[in-house]
């Protein structure tokens, strides 16, 4: 008797976690939504990525003791937990968003972890802003990253403030380090101007809504 009631228990729990991860979950795609309408250039997507998109992202990252990475639109956190899911934890990472609502968010839903309330695309400046042990490994030394994630909108800005943001991430970055970019263009939402920098795509990840790609770019040693 008393192994059935707790069988039960168990069951009844299973089902209360459940609905309060689909709960969540609708809360993250009305926030979305909202942000998306109140300016859809900024937030580009009209849903956060899904889970098979954000471990693909993570995927090429490799943690290491003394890593350092940094996420450009992290928005509700999906790859956030993608990425401390990879290995990585609270102090090797930085999350750099523009939106003050997802900052609450994210604060509330990662404790400990630190979050600068800016803007990605002047990313120095961001970063140096930020006022801790990693933004001034950034701020002192070039090529002090060991990746950056990126969620940005690229292809709803211009040529000219994508390709800027891509080189000044290169020169943050560690040579070799990935800028890792995901997109639902059929082609790279940055081309680079510099035959040193490699571009790598995933296949297409079908599972996520819309379907998308990882793009990875390097810069060679």
């Not at 250039?41 to 995927?59: D, H, I, N, Q």
């Not at 990425?83 to 102090?91: N, T």
């Not at 080189?167 to 560690?174: C, D, P, T, V």
Request: aromatic residues 8%.
């Amino acid at each position: 008797m008393l192994k059935r009631n707790s069988s039960r228990r168990e069951a009844f729990r299973e089902k209360l976690e459940k609905a309060s991860a689909v709960r969540a979950k609708v809360l993250d795609e009305v926030k979305f939504i909202r942000s998306w309408a109140q300016n859809p250039l900024r937030t580009g997507a009209v849903a956060p990525s899904g889970p098979e998109l954000a471990a693909k992202m993570a995927s090429f990252l490799t943690p290491r003791p003394h890593s350092k990475v940094v996420e450009l639109g992290p928005g509700t956190g999906v790859v956030t937990k993608a990425i401390l899911d990879r290995g990585f934890s609270s102090q090797q990472l930085r999350l750099i968003e523009y939106c003050p609502e997802f900052c609450e968010l994210l604060t509330r839903r990662y404790p400990g972890l630190k979050i600068v309330q800016g803007d990605a695309y002047a990313l120095g400046a961001t970063l140096s802003r930020a006022g801790d042990t990693l933004s001034s490994a950034v701020e002192d030394q070039r090529h002090s990253l060991d990746g950056i994630v990126s969620s940005l909108p690229l292809l709803t800005r211009p040529e000219t403030v994508r390709k800027a943001l891509l080189a000044e991430a290169l020169e943050i970055l560690k040579p070799g380090a990935p800028f890792i970019q995901f997109s639902y263009g059929l082609v790279a939402p940055v081309k680079p101007d510099n035959r040193s920098v490699s571009v790598f795509s995933s296949d297409w990840v079908w599972k996520n809504l819309p379907p998308a790609r990882v793009w990875v770019y390097r810069k060679a040693h």
